[in-house]
């Protein structure tokens, strides 16, 4: 006997979907929602959405609501970060400059300013003197490189200890005895030395507050001596073959590429030891009016 086939009325097909429980959707994102339809007409109306087929309005998905504690917290952004590694070096060491010697110095002052010293030629050569065994071991260990990256900074233009030897025979030519070099400048390149062994970035911070700031304060420094007992002889100390700007631009843009494989931690590192450069140094310049 064959099957007869039975229409299903409306009003059936309304009391089945009346008495079915919402379902339950999953959406791309994971989550869990309620597919609240009723209907109406011909087709099913959800709370708003595109149509589908048959008439069937689509639920949309509401957004996920993810927690606070969840989202991923901004970046934290270091001083001059967005502009390079030297830049965070820089703002670094520009605060502990004196007001006096840098508009961001934040720094008091330790004696009086450079306008106000009355050098002479015997402490200027002790200056002289432990500034060239310095920039001696510097460019030894560059030479040397004991990490390969040191390479990059050889030849750079910016070296002193050959312009400092001329102006030491330039001294002693015109009867004056060049001293042995005295302890803070033996203090300064036994550390250097050490430091470029075992810690390299540490040593990049020396490195890069050494020659830069020679070609800015200290070229101030030594123009000032000059006036006063030198008769404004500019000693080659002071000068640099080629396009000063050019050089320190191509030294920056070296650091920044070997700054761009450290670790947050091993950038930190670095800056953190700007102010042991600073105190070494200082106490090299201090030589000028002991």
């Known amino acids: 006997m064959a099957s007869s086939t039975i229409p299903i009325s409306k009003s059936q097909l309304l009391r089945r979907h009346e008495t079915q429980a919402p379902k339950s959707i999953t959406s791309k994102a994971g989550f869990l929602q309620s597919e609240s339809v009723f209907f109406k007409g011909k087709g099913y109306i959800s709370g708003g959405g595109g149509v589908g087929r048959g008439g069937l309005l689509k639920m949309p998905f509401k957004s996920p609501v993810v927690s606070a504690t969840t989202a991923e917290k901004p970046k934290k952004r270091y001083p001059g970060?967005?502009?390079?590694?030297?830049?965070?070096?820089?703002?670094?060491?520009?605060?502990?400059?004196?007001?006096?010697?840098?508009?961001?110095?934040?720094?008091?002052?330790?004696?009086?300013?450079?306008?106000?010293?009355?050098?002479?030629?015997?402490?200027?050569?002790?200056?002289?003197?432990?500034s060239k065994i310095v920039y001696d071991t510097l460019e030894g260990i560059v030479r040397k490189a004991a990490y390969p990256f040191y390479a990059e900074f050889q030849n750079t233009g910016l070296e002193r200890s050959e312009s400092l030897a001329k102006d030491?025979?330039?001294?002693?030519?015109?009867?004056?005895?060049?001293?042995?070099?005295?302890?803070?400048?033996?203090?300064?390149?036994?550390?250097?030395?050490?430091?470029?062994?075992?810690?390299?970035?540490?040593?990049?911070?020396?490195?890069?507050n050494i020659y830069f700031a020679h070609t800015a304060g200290g070229r101030m420094i030594g123009k000032k001596v000059a006036e006063k007992i030198l008769e404004k002889k500019e000693l080659e100390f002071y000068k640099w073959e080629g396009d000063l700007s050019q050089l320190l631009q191509n030294v920056r843009d070296k650091l920044?590429?070997?700054?761009?494989?450290?670790?947050?931690?091993?950038?930190d590192h670095c800056l953190e030891e700007t102010e042991k450069s600073f105190k070494y140094s200082g106490d090299i310049l201090r030589l000028i009016l002991s």
């Open 81 to 130: 970060e967005a502009k390079g590694f030297v830049e965070e070096m820089r703002f670094v060491a520009m605060k502990l400059h004196t007001r006096d010697q840098a508009r961001e110095g934040e720094k008091e002052p330790e004696g009086p300013p450079v306008k106000k010293w009355e050098p002479s030629i015997d402490r200027y050569l002790k200056f002289l003197v432990d």
């Open 168 to 208: 030491l025979e330039w001294f002693k030519a015109r009867g004056h005895d060049i001293p042995e070099p005295s302890a803070p400048g033996l203090s300064y390149a036994n550390y250097l030395q050490e430091l470029s062994e075992k810690d390299p970035q540490a040593f990049l911070c020396h490195f890069y």
């Open 256 to 267: 920044n590429k070997v700054a761009e494989s450290w670790s947050r931690e091993e950038k």
